[in-house]
């Protein structure tokens, strides 16, 4: 086990009703506040009038129609937006692109460049405006860390920028919120969720007490995304995948680890380059990037993935056993109704050896749970083909 | 799943040498420290010279010799010191009793009348001065929750305070200060964890997320204890015991859930009246109260332990499959070495309808898992005598 710092001061409110907290809550961050979200949907569900009308009190501001994968230049808009109002705090109401590029807004608002070189490092984040999250799908985690991704499309980019500051003060978790999540996007968010806990499961490290969470975390995902899929509106699904998003991804799962990922910055090429669902993408990527890094040296962790997620019992061969996981992990995939080739994206191989470059550089690959090159990118990636 | 709020802004510092940490984090509370600490195994360890030269800037006082259970009578002489010194923040190091009589005098520092009352509800917590822990044993997980348990021994009562400002706002969690800790000690501490994460475990809400990661701090118990207990240096096995410690009881077995013990406010009664190591009382105490309440309607959560926890295979008869996860708990504590009965205490039933209305009364036993009136808790206690 590693050494680790782990402090997550996020006021989690989880369960129906909790919107209501909000105004207490808030008034103590100040009075001016950026309302962001994304598409519309939730004037759609009515989550807009709710929020609206409960906060009548503060001085409300608004940017909508935040794109999935959020882009710097709606970043720099807002930024903008925050220092010409005097914003105290942004108010995020949406899934990972709206807290995202929110987050990116907190603490571009204190940047005088270009909110990008926040991401390439050219920048430092030194604070951010307080962020406070009403969270409507069960996905990325981000109501509970300190990340925001955001692509640049005339680069080609999709880069990560972390900051204590960036974690929200206060995340709401209703779960009513994500009823209408469409199926795709449900079973998109689960598959993200689990390519989460896979990143810090297979490890170069392994720790007991986070794994055996992570073990549990990853059952609970295969046993509640058919459920809400069945049933848009059963509660206790809705619920449970709620909080394994938050927990999947807010630090907890990698206490001791190494925390060093490999599908992530793969799957982050695909969507900089041809903007698919993250969690899509990383259904296609996950089951090949496994059957690649299957050896005799990842064979136990693969044997325990089998036993302890899957409840596959074990067989004589260990090696039939891993793959027995794998083939599940792929299924499962298939059978939530995910894209289990790049080919269903309308994606070729074109591209391959300069996505594969740029992965291996932003993720430094090298120092992975299985070290991969930009060899072992393309290759991978031509797994995923068909 | 019920509705629940999470926050744990306490900042963990897991790892060998994290305690170098503490000059920089503690100067931002101030410079008068009273260090707290029990018996003086720190003095033999080496742990309290390495922190007095580490913290040779800071100011500092001492309240030593704090004994297990700790006392009242302690807390106000420590609230009076920390007034008339004006000190700034309190490090506790040591175990559950340091840690919980630091939180006590922390609150009663800014309370005028005799701390007891904010054990009785008749004064008010409203603030406390800054603790931080250097933990030194792997048990009650005061380090990283806002609760704290006290006695009085002239009125035989111990009780539990409870409030945000008494979350430490550091805690030093370090394996190697857990070398040293005796065979029982270990034990018991392993005992009060398996007993915090069963008391959420078995509880009137099911819920599978806090469940699933209940089930694998269990099994890291299991697995750990005995390890610890062969090898007291095994760093890994400490490691594990130690972070299992303070996710047992930070909040997260709980979310979701109601929230109602049973078997540590009985064990409360045991320690009021005979003064005996909490986790080895619990330990006597709860395959007693598991045989007690297994019924058709507590069945198939024993059968998920048996089967989740203690990997026993499925039987075709659902009662005998439940015993044999109580069997194998019962012998998991009399294997680390830890009481069965109560006799081994010298205790006998002379004061058992006592203790059981002030348990009842105190831990509202009628709402607990399976209600238990007066009646039952002597039947219970009278089970653990032999």
Known sequence: MNNFEFCVPCDILFGEG??????????????????????????????????????????????????????????????KLCREKGIDMILAVGGGSTIDCSKAIAAATFYEGDAWDLLTGIGQITKALPIAVVLTIAATGSEMD??????????????????????????????????SVPAYQTASGSADMMSHIMESYFDTVDAFVPDAISEGLMRAVIKYTPIALADPEDYEARAQLMWTS???????????????????????ELSAYYDITHGAGLAAITPKWMRYILSDKTLDKFCDFAVNVWGI????????????????????????????????????DSRFEQMAKKAVAIGHLEGAYVPLNEEDVVKILKMCLA
């Open 18 to 79: 909790q919107e209501e907290h909000l105004p207490e809550k808030l008034k103590a961050y100040g009075n001016k506040i950026l309302l962001t979200y994304g598409g519309g949907s939730i004037k759609k569900t009515g989550l807009y009038d709710k929020l609206k009308a409960l906060l009548h009190d503060f001085e409300i501001f608004e940017l909508g129609g935040i794109e999935p994968n959020p882009r710097v230049e709606r970043v720099n808009d807002g930024a």
């Open 146 to 179: 300190c990340a925001a991704v955001i692509s640049n499309m005339q680069t080609n980019e999709k880069l990560l920028m972390g900051h204590p500051a960036l974690l929200p003060k206060i995340s709401v978790l209703n779960p009513e919120n994500t009823f």
């Open 246 to 268: 938050s927990l999947a991804l807010n630090g907890l799962l990698e206490t001791g680890k190494s925390f060093m990922w490999s599908c992530h910055y793969i799957e982050h």
């Open 313 to 348: 019992t074990s067989s004589e061969d260990k090696f039939k056993l891993a793959n027995k996981g794998i083939d599940a992990t792929e299924d499962f995939f298939r059978r939530i109704g995910l894209p289990a080739t790049l080919k269903e994206f309308g994606i070729d």
